[in-house]
């Protein structure tokens, strides 16, 4: 049966669950210590405390907005190996706004990759694809290049920096429109100077707030 709460319908339109944004993503390893070293080195996240009363090995990571818990597989032989890079694979995706310096440092650790390119309207997406060390399949790409339309209403393409968080803006004020809930003044827009990276090092990210930082 169907959750009336989280399936509660306001004027025809099923209203979503009351996320504010994404927290963590999990991963199964085979060995925690080679993923920790992998997720540190490579893609830049930073070690932060783990709750004491877990009872099972594993690590907290965080970076650009979210993190990364790592749990030790029980029967590590039991996880599948995956070698062939395929796109279309389950995955995470970080943007990036050095495609060649991402290429580079790939090229630098010795992991393979795969690329592929994506044509929109003109616009081109371009996508690096690697494995963890367990398979697990991350991408790197430009794709803030492509507008966020909304496939609902008659809003215009959001186009700019940090234009996802815009485009979540509209969706959100779309929503509340069908659903006849009176809509707050529309946010301030969202600056360039808002997407910069911090000049402080890792050691001043502070948990549950948002980064934005390049790859170059």
């Known amino acids: 049966m169907v959750n009336s709460t ?15 944004s994404l927290n963590h993503i999990s991963i199964v390893c085979r060995s925690v210590e080679a993923s920790l070293r992998f997720y540190t080195d490579v893609l830049g996240f930073v070690p932060i405390r783990r709750p004491g009363s877990f009872d099972f090995n594993g690590a907290w990571l965080f970076n650009y907005g979210i993190g990364i818990h790592l749990l030790q597989s029980e029967d590590p032989d039991s996880l599948p190996e995956k070698r062939e890079i395929n ?6 995706s970080f943007q990036c706004e050095s495609m060649m310096a991402v290429e580079r440092r790939l090229k630098e650790l010795g992991i393979p990759y795969v690329q592929r390119v994506v044509e929109e309207g003109g616009i081109n997406v371009d996508q690096i694809f690697f494995h963890d060390p367990d398979g697990f399949m991350i991408e790197i790409c430009n794709c803030d290049n492509l507008p966020v339309i909304p496939l609902a209403g008659d809003r215009a393409p959001v186009m700019g920096a940090c234009k996802r968080a815009a485009a979540a803006a509209v969706v959100k004020q779309q929503q509340q429109q069908q659903s006849a809930v009176p809509v707050p ?32």
């Not at 319908?9 to 996320?19: D, Q, S, Y």
């Open 6 to 20: 989280a399936a509660a319908m306001n004027g025809g339109v099923r209203a979503g669950l009351p996320l504010a």
């Open 87 to 92: 796109p279309k694979d389950n995955h995470i």
């Open 185 to 216: 003044p529309a946010p301030a827009p969202v600056t360039a100077a808002q997407c910069v990276p911090s000049s402080g090092n890792a050691a001043a990210i502070r948990v549950g707030e948002e980064a934005h930082i390049s790859c170059a």
